[in-house]
Structure formats: structure tokens, C-alpha cells
């Protein structure tokens, strides 16, 4: 069964308006998340890492205050994509780490956004 | 900065062939490499994952390959179904970030 669960799987918005997405760790405890976007015909990007408790750490280029990231609980991240524009549709995907690092992780089933 | 590419796109084969996806990346100090498959609608399978010491790894009908130096993998399928239809994408791991290819769409014709 899923070890990550993601949803929605698919959004449309209108623009202007904010899309929250949640990424729930199901069989573990995950102080870390990481949160990806890949848009089409390019390759998955890190945008930003989840911590519980504290503030997420945002990649080069990624905007934090429109890529709000939210880690409330050891199970859950969300991050919310707020004024939304047609240039952020894209497939946003988090993934939680099997150890403590970035490598060997579990992934979403992905969330597709397209903003019209 | 690292980069991914994987070659072909996308490639069409006949059911039961033998087919070979490529990936190479232009800073071999890696941690890691692994091979994943994207299906619509769902989230990243990994396939196969080979660590920077090891140069193979095998998982029922795939075969990966690792050449560190040259930087250069190769996920081998044998004996293709359809159900392996999927895009397939290869990452290497660096320091704190996962590097991910652009993938190969793979379409198996019955």
C-alpha cells in the first residue's frame, strides 16, 4: 500500500486564487519532506524541504512567499501555492525520506495543477 | 552544477524486445544513482538503486549499470511487456539534492 499520500491528485483554479496540496507520511514519522515540481518536457526540480517545527529551506529561485510551506506534524506537509498564475501549473510531487537524508525515499502519487 | 540527460526521449518497441534506456550526468561525485518509473496518475517507483562503489544492480528483468568515471548508467529491460509502458527517469544524488534526468517515455506495442 501507499507509504505517501498526496492530495489532490489533480487541480484546476482559477487565477489568482491559492491551491493548498497535502503530502501525509502514512507508515512513519518524517521530520523531513521534500517537495518537487516538474514541468513538462524538463526534469523533477527540488523546490524546497519541509521541516517540522521550523521554517522550510527554499532552492535557489523558488519563491517562498508564493510557495508556502507548512510542516504542522510529523505526518504532514502542505504547501500552498498562493495567487496562482498560469506559468505555476506544473506537477508539484513531495517525497518523504526512508532515512535521514535525501536519497531513498518514498514518493507522492503527485499533484497535477493547471491554472487558468 | 550537475546535469542529467537521458537519451532517447522516447522510444516505441515491439512486446518482447530487449531494450536499453540511457543516462549520463556530468559530475561523477555521486552518492548514489537510481532508476525510477513514472506512471500517470501516481507517484515515483524506484526501480533499482546502485551505490557509488557498486557498478550493477539487477531486479527481476532490469539491469542498471553504473560507470562512475564516465558518467554514465544504463537501465536494461528484457523481454518487454506492456506493462512497462511508463516513463522512466534516472537521478543521481549529490551532496543535499536529488538531480533528475528528463526521462525516456517508454511505450511497449503488443
Known sequence: GAVVSQHPSWVICKSGTSVKIECRSLDFQATTMFWYRQFPKQSLMLMATSNEGSKATYEQGVEKDKFLINHASLTLSTLTVTSAHPEDSSFYICSVPKGGGITEAFFGQGTRLTVV | ?110
Open chain 2, 1 to 110: 552544477k550537475q546535469e542529467v540527460t537521458q537519451i532517447p526521449a522516447a522510444l516505441s518497441v515491439p512486446e518482447g524486445e530487449n531494450l536499453v534506456l540511457n543516462c549520463s550526468f556530468t559530475d561523477s561525485a555521486i552518492y548514489n544513482l537510481q532508476w525510477f518509473r513514472q506512471d500517470p496518475g501516481k507517484g515515483l517507483t524506484s526501480l533499482l538503486l546502485i551505490q557509488s562503489s557498486q557498478r550493477e544492480q539487477t531486479s527481476g528483468r532490469l539491469n542498471a549499470s553504473l560507470d562512475k568515471s564516465s558518467g554514465r548508467s544504463t537501465l536494461y529491460i528484457a523481454a518487454s511487456q506492456p506493462g512497462d509502458s511508463a516513463t522512466y527517469l534516472c537521478a543521481v544524488t549529490g551532496a543535499n539534492n536529488l538531480f533528475f534526468g528528463t526521462g525516456t517515455r517508454l511505450t511497449v506495442i503488443p
